[in-house]
C-alpha cells in the first residue's frame, strides 16, 4: 500500500510532537516537584522546624556547604542547619534557574540569597541539587553551593 508523501509527513510530525508534548510536560512535573520541595524548605527554615527540614534530605545525602568538609547523613544535615538557625540564619530565598529529570533523579541550578532579621541579606550565591525519587518522594541527595562576597554595609 502506498501513502501519500503528505500524509506520512503529517503522522510523523504527530508523532514527534507527541514526544515533545511529554518532555514538557516531564519539565512541568520536575519543576513544580522541585518549587515545592523549596517551599518546604523555606518554612520549615523560617519556622526553625529542624525535624521537618532534615526531612527533606535522604537518609545518606552529603551536604557541601563552601569552606567546610561535607556533612554526610541527614542526622548530621540536621545539626548543621540548627547550628545556622541558631546563628541567625531566618530565611534562604532560592532561585531555580534550571531542572533537569532523568528519570529517579532531578538536577536543580539556581542562585540564593540568605537572610538574617534584616532586609539585606547576609550571602548570597549559586547552588545546585541533585534530587532522588525514594520510596515515591524526591529528597535532596547532594546539595553543594557557593557564597559570594558582599560588600560590608
Same mark, same amino acid.
Given at each position: 500500500?502506498?501513502?501519500?508523501?503528505?500524509?506520512?509527513?503529517?503522522?510523523?510530525?504527530?508523532?514527534?510532537?507527541?514526544?515533545?508534548?511529554?518532555?514538557?510536560?516531564?519539565?512541568?512535573?520536575?519543576?513544580?516537584?522541585?518549587?515545592?520541595?523549596?517551599?518546604?524548605?523555606?518554612?520549615?527554615?523560617?519556622?526553625?522546624? #529542624? +525535624?521537618?527540614? !532534615?526531612?527533606?534530605?535522604?537518609?545518606? /545525602?552529603?551536604?557541601?556547604?563552601?569552606?567546610?568538609?561535607? $556533612? =554526610?547523613?541527614?542526622?548530621?544535615?540536621?545539626?548543621?542547619?540548627?547550628?545556622?538557625?541558631?546563628?541567625?540564619?531566618?530565611?534562604?530565598?532560592?532561585?531555580?534557574?534550571?531542572?533537569?529529570?532523568?528519570?529517579?533523579?532531578? #538536577? +536543580?541550578?539556581? !542562585?540564593?540569597?540568605?537572610?538574617?532579621? /534584616?532586609?539585606?541579606?547576609?550571602?548570597?550565591?549559586?547552588? $545546585? =541539587?541533585?534530587?532522588?525519587?525514594?520510596?515515591?518522594?524526591?529528597?535532596?541527595?547532594?546539595?553543594?553551593?557557593?557564597?559570594?562576597?558582599?560588600?560590608?554595609?
Amino acid at each position: 500500500m502506498t501513502y501519500p508523501r503528505s500524509s506520512l509527513f503529517a503522522t510523523l510530525t504527530a508523532v514527534s510532537l507527541l514526544g515533545v508534548t511529554s518532555t514538557c510536560n516531564a519539565a512541568d512535573d520536575a519543576r513544580a516537584t522541585v518549587d515545592k520541595s523549596n517551599q518546604a524548605f523555606m518554612s520549615a527554615l523560617q519556622h526553625a522546624d #529542624i +525535624e521537618a527540614l !532534615t526531612s527533606l534530605y535522604s537518609p545518606n /545525602a552529603t551536604l557541601f556547604p563552601p569552606g567546610a568538609p561535607p $556533612i =554526610v547523613g541527614s542526622a548530621a544535615i540536621g545539626e548543621f542547619w540548627k547550628k545556622m538557625v541558631a546563628r541567625g540564619v531566618k530565611r534562604i530565598e532560592p532561585k531555580t534557574t534550571e531542572v533537569e529529570a532523568h528519570g529517579d533523579t532531578l #538536577i +536543580e541550578l539556581g !542562585t540564593f540569597e540568605a537572610f538574617r532579621e /534584616a532586609a539585606a541579606p547576609i550571602q548570597r550565591g549559586r547552588y $545546585i =541539587v541533585i534530587w532522588k525519587r525514594e520510596n515515591g518522594s524526591w529528597k535532596i541527595f547532594r546539595d553543594l553551593w557557593n557564597a559570594e562576597s558582599l560588600p560590608a554595609t
